[in-house]
């Protein structure tokens, strides 16, 4: 069959146009192609590698310090004094019963007389013996009681005042959260948390009430770095309950770290290291959570608004004297020198602290 020429010459010409474009696409097409970041073979040796995740999404590393001691544990009571023996009776005026004979020579009373009968009249002075007992009891309670209606005041100027006894010894605590933002310019105040939770002496009451005061102390000399606070203090019936809301808040807190690179609890101070490297995020914020459990029978204190709050807080906290400080956790973050908190780690992190 003999074949049309211009039916072959177009036959030819789409040929060699196709064999063009395929060279076309060979030389300039795939080269671009295997060298674009999404391709399969890219990301097939960056995954081999291990290079993508690190390019595609970085791994944000919030270091966070922490520091525990207390225990919500009933205090131990005091020993009950063993009772006074009395030496056997001897003689004496009531030697059958028990009471201590008089030193000395027995004194022989002069002869008495009965008295003449006193005829009192109904409306007579016969109520003077229990006016008396009134005036006498008076002298012995009224000390007592404005002691205790005092004690409430003098809870956080020292040791407990007796009068108090009863709110240390009871099942009834308060737990409190206070967290504080400040400007990341407050370098100095991370270093001073990592020496106070390294030197703090978390085994007595004492040391655990002085590592409190260390830290409000810290806080209160940046005042101008503050910028938003929370704040929260209820009163919780029962010891194991006080005990598992203080581990939910602090549960809470330490889940916002990626790793804990100073921990010391109890006296036993451990450091990790960072597991990537050096923050390349512009250093934004600081934050200082302290929870505390007291053996308080109220709230510590309410909201707070303002840095004239805040500041009062602080320094009843302070003052908190160490018989009813019972369990106190100290955080930080970041607590890596390297680290940074970012403003937007800090919103997400920490959407319930209000601006001050």
Excluded: C
Aim: charged letters at 15%; aromatic letters at 6%; glycine letters at 10%.
């Amino acid at each position: 069959m003999q074949v049309n020429p211009s039916v072959k010459r177009l036959w030819t010409m789409v040929s060699v146009a196709t064999v063009m474009i395929a060279i076309a696409v060979y030389v300039v097409v795939v080269p671009v192609v295997k060298s674009h970041p999404l391709s399969l073979r890219a990301i097939e040796e960056r995954l081999s590698q291990g290079l993508l995740p690190s390019e595609t999404i970085r791994e944000q590393s919030v270091s966070g310090g922490m520091s525990r001691g207390g225990s919500f544990s009933r205090p131990a009571s005091p020993a009950p004094s063993a009772p006074r023996s009395l030496p056997p009776s001897g003689g004496g005026y009531g030697g059958n019963y028990g009471y201590r004979s008089a030193p000395g020579p027995v004194i022989v009373p002069y002869p008495t007389y009965a008295p003449a009968p006193v005829y009192v009249g109904t409306g007579g002075g016969g109520g003077g013996g229990f006016l008396i007992v009134i005036v006498v009891l008076g002298f012995i309670l009224l000390p007592i009681a404005l002691n205790y209606m005092q004690g409430g005041t003098r809870r956080f100027d020292g040791p407990a005042a007796a009068g108090s006894q009863s709110e240390l010894l009871n099942d009834i605590v308060t737990v409190s959260r206070l967290q504080v933002a400040l400007l990341a310019g407050a370098r100095e105040l991370q270093r001073d948390l990592d020496r106070i939770a390294v030197s703090a002496d978390l085994t007595t009451s004492a040391g655990l009430a002085a590592q409190l005061r260390e830290t409000v102390l810290a806080l209160l000399r940046h005042p101008d770095y503050w910028t938003h606070v929370r704040a929260e203090s209820q009163t919780v019936s029962g010891r194991e309950r006080a005990a598992e809301l203080f581990d939910r808040l602090s549960i809470q807190e330490r889940s916002k770290f990626t790793v804990e690179t100073l921990v010391n609890v109890g006296g036993e101070v451990q450091r990790r290291a960072m597991p990537s490297g050096p923050s390349e995020d512009a250093a934004s914020h600081i934050v200082v959570t302290l929870l505390l459990g007291t053996a308080d029978d109220r709230p510590l204190f309410k909201t707070v608004n303002s840095t004239a709050d805040l500041r009062s807080v602080l320094q009843r906290l302070g003052s908190i004297s160490p018989a009813y400080l019972l369990v106190y956790e100290l955080l930080w973050t970041p607590q890596d020198p390297s680290d940074s908190l970012s403003a937007d780690e800090l919103v997400a992190n920490y959407p319930d602290l209000v601006t001050l």
